[in-house]
């Protein structure tokens, strides 16, 4: 492409309304524009970049044996309504009614289609299995979208889908959708961690997500330098470390004025904060439960509603808090009349400290004998330095930007909508199914967090718009001119992706430009024509190179191939 007379700009200040690093230099390259809160336009830098990812994935997915269609996005809610997910989704759903009054939906995931096309196919056993895709919209009515890309309203997603027989089958089209992830995300250059997932709005048995680890990341990792364990914070685990040995202790009530929190507690009281009990008192789904979990322990919500089955968590209010003998700031689980739920690490806790449910005052020496509960699991989030549940080793946080899923879905959508076949017995089975997302928006959210200086961005060659920057230093220069159109000419030739820049401005800011939109490779034609010489230069390092004009398109053939090795 030349650059005279065609669609480029950049922009030299940084964006006032975007908060990530990836947003702003996405904004300044002039990829994308901001059209509202989480809506982005893809300007045509953007848009042949995005594609560049998304070609990618489309070749992996069609190595890996999926068969790519396309599904709407205006969707009747029916469907939706059949597998609960009106509920589930709830006001992250965009819901709209046509002019007969039907109730629509913008199709949030496309679960409930693909079982709907896989049922006017599936009759027999003989008919399974296969793996169905598309990229397409999908449109999340997001409480807070923000960081640029990255928690977007609108946005193209890579959604697969698996039909089985049985769950041996499943397990391989995941397996099969695991390995073609593999090699997307290796293509595309991403530092990426799988980790175990919560299977969330979805349903289903097993979860996993490709996260890419950014300083920005919306969802912490938990991982073990020792093992390959590896967990989205929501459902990590840890074994134990505390002593157990010792003997019980007789119970008994303290007065523990002014003491505003659990740590004020245990400091006037003398006593490690680990061998306190802490109580959350919430909301769930409009009934009052309340959480014990040792005193330095964070409440987990995700693993709350889990264990509850209900949607939401949040913290009761004082009218809900009276529904019980509960007294805030001195609630413990000792003849408390109200549903509690315990942390399992209460289980191995001896002579703890804990509310009396009166005001000013504290029981010390409470053991597990002394209190009632109603639920017992596991509650709490993972702290660092917590033993890894698989080695016992110290595990580590990161932050990761969640890039791709994988979920076992097993037979949930296939039961409400009635996919079944029938089995080589003549008898009528439900299909199995499994789901596999990846978001392109995001990963060149995720691939410019981590590949940028504090010139702009730093594509990878398997994804930047153009391979190679053509510079030309002077405009005037007529030998300039039809040296810079002959190398321009055998690069298209040799299918190069390359930009021209034969704009009528300084060399300066010509540098500055091919720089910031991230470009891999740049050639310079100036005034060394006339020792036969051009300048080539990676985005990547500090000096340039001269090279003669005659080797200049081969030597960037063998610099792109090694690139995408
Ligand atoms: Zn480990």
Redesign the pocket.
């Known amino acids: 492409m030349k650059l005279n007379n065609s669609y480029f700009f950049t922009l030299r200040e940084d964006a006032k309304d975007e908060e990530s690093t990836s947003g702003n230099l996405l904004v300044r390259s002039g990829m994308i524009k901001k059209v509202g809160a989480g809506i982005y336009m893809y300007l045509p830098l953007g848009y042949k970049t995005l594609n560049n990812i998304m070609k990618i994935i489309k070749e992996e997915m069609d190595n890996a044996g999926a068969q790519e269609l396309l599904m709407p996005s205006l969707i009747p809610s029916e469907y939706y309504e059949k597998c609960g997910r009106v509920t589930i989704f709830g006001d992250d759903m965009f819901n709209l009614k046509d002019r007969y009054n039907k109730a629509h939906v913008l199709g949030p995931t496309h679960e409930e289609l693909f079982t709907i096309a896989a049922k006017a196919m599936v009759r027999s056993y003989k008919d399974l299995h296969f793996t169905l895709y598309q990229q397409a919209d999908k449109f999340r009515d997001e409480p807070r979208p923000r960081y640029g890309l990255i928690r977007v309203r609108e946005f193209i997603m890579k959604d697969a889908y698996s039909f089985d027989k049985d769950e041996e089958g499943l397990d391989k089209s995941y397996l099969n959708m695991k390995n073609a992830y593999n090699k997307i995300y290796n293509r595309l250059g991403i530092d990426y961690k799988i980790v175990r997932a919560d299977n969330g709005a979805m349903g289903g048995t097993l979860s996993e997500e490709y996260q890419a680890i950014t300083d920005i990341g919306e969802d912490i990792l938990v991982l073990?330098p020792?093992?390959d364990?590896s967990s989205n914070l929501e459902i990590a685990e840890t074994i134990s470390s505390l002593e157990q040995n010792e003997k019980d202790k007789k119970l008994e009530m303290v007065h523990t004025p002014n003491q505003a929190t659990i740590e004020d507690v245990c400091n006037y009281l003398n006593i490690d904060v680990k061998h306190s009990v802490k109580a959350l008192l919430m909301n769930a789904d409009g009934e009052l439960v309340i959480c014990f979990v040792r005193g330095d322990r964070e409440l987990c919500e995700t693993k709350v509603c889990k264990l509850l089955g209900i949607k939401e968590l949040n913290f009761a209010d004082d009218a809900l808090i009276a529904t019980s003998n509960a007294v805030p700031g001195y609630t413990g689980p000792i003849n408390l009349n109200a549903k509690v739920v315990i942390d399992k690490e209460i289980l191995q806790m001896k002579n703890f400290c804990c509310g009396a449910n009166k005001e000013e005052y504290h029981y010390i020496n409470a053991n597990l004998k002394d209190i009632n509960y109603d639920l017992v699991g596991d509650i709490v989030n993972v702290k660092e330095g917590d033993k890894?549940p698989?080695?016992?080793?110290e595990l580590y946080f990161k932050k990761g930007i969640e890039i791709g899923n994988l979920f076992k879905l097993g037979t949930k959508y296939a039961e409400n909508l009635g996919l079944t076949y029938l089995d080589e017995n003549n008898k009528e089975n439900v299909v199995i199914m499994g789901s596999y997302g990846i978001g392109p928006g995001r990963i060149l959210a995720s691939i410019v967090e981590q590949n940028h200086d504090e010139n702009g961005l730093i594509l990878p060659m398997s994804i930047a718009p153009y391979q190679v920057a053509l510079v030309q230093i002077d405009m005037k220069d007529t030998k300039q001119t039809a040296i810079a159109e002959q190398i321009y000419q055998e690069l298209i030739k040799n299918k190069i992706e390359v930009i021209y820049d034969n704009r009528e401005e300084r060399p300066g800011v010509k540098f500055k430009d091919m720089d910031l939109i991230g470009i891999p490779l740049r050639i310079t034609v100036g005034k060394k024509i006339n020792d036969n010489l051009v300048e080539l230069k990676e985005r990547t390092k500090k000096e340039q190179e001269d090279i003669s004009i005659s080797d200049i398109v081969q030597k960037v053939q063998e610099i792109i191939k090694d690139n995408l090795k």
């Open positions: 073990c020792n093992c364990y890894c698989c080695c016992g080793s």
